[in-house]
């Protein structure tokens, strides 16, 4: 089903540029936040016909409401997330989904690495991407594992990071990344690192790694854990560590004299 009045394709193509020039968006910027190709955007900017799913698609991404498309029709359903998680449309964070190894310093003193597991997935109920992570080895003949953490995901719209929040009873961990690049994710982890008697906040740097598009988790379980010097991955991965630590991270510095 196409547009077929073009008098609204044109009063949609302006409504559209008056949103891409509010937000100060490229077509570029409106095609990735969409997950359309610049094209699509381009035909829609200059009123050609288009599904009433792609207009939909794009005026969310935008912020843009429409109560009905074309000619009295209801609009085909669609999957946006809410506006203050980044109203960032379903089918432009499909890649997302999938289990990663993530990999960080260990929060002491201590030279380990350690290696978690995190799935991202799409909720439908929330309509929008969620996350948990598997911090405990078990063995595989020992059912599922619990995550130990799990949360929403916020995608910025004027931004390049994604952040993965967990709030449990008013304890705060945040998770902020660049978007994906090479099947890998690149930032930092803040959250609070235990001591025998307190908590203090602690980061490190975080490397996420795609290793699988599926969602099950329980052929990873055998590989969380510790990577001490010495093993036969620690070099590589502390390597990219000291990479995203002098790259991705900006660390704020004192100007005293």
């Not at 559209?16 to 955007?41: F, H, M, N, P, V």
Request: proline residues 5%.
């Amino acid at each position: 089903m196409a547009w077929a009045d073009a008098k609204e394709c044109k009063a949609l193509a302006e409504r559209i540029g008056r949103g891409l020039a509010e937000k100060r968006w490229t077509q570029a910027k409106l095609a990735e936040a969409s997950g359309y190709d610049e094209r699509t955007i381009r035909n829609v900017l200059k009123a050609r016909p288009a599904r009433p799913k792609t207009i939909v698609e794009i005026c969310q991404a935008l912020g843009i409401t429409l109560e009905s498309v074309g000619g009295g029709h209801e609009p085909e359903s669609v999957d946006v997330a809410a506006e203050p998680y980044g109203a960032y449309a379903r089918r432009s964070v499909t890649n997302y989904i999938g289990c990663y190894f993530g990999y960080r310093r260990a929060l002491s003193v201590s030279p380990e690495i350690k290696r978690t597991c995190y799935v991202i997935d799409w909720s439908e109920p929330e309509s929008r991407l969620v996350f948990c992570e598997y911090q405990k080895c078990i063995p595989a003949d020992q059912g599922s594992a619990e995550p130990q953490h799990e949360g929403d995901i916020y995608i910025g719209s004027d931004t390049n990071l994604i952040h993965l929040m967990t709030v449990f009873q008013g304890a705060v961990r945040l998770v902020t990344l660049t978007k994906m690049r090479d099947h890998a994710l690149r930032g930092v982890v803040l959250t609070q690192g235990e001591r025998p008697a307190f908590y203090q906040p602690s980061v490190s740097a975080l490397l996420l790694n795609k290793v699988a598009d599926q969602l099950d988790v329980r052929p990873f379980y055998g590989k969380i854990g510790t990577l001490p010097p010495g093993d036969p991955e620690y070099e590589l991965i502390d390597a990219r560590l000291r990479k995203i630590e002098a790259e991705v991270i900006f660390f704020a510095q004192s100007q005293a004299a």
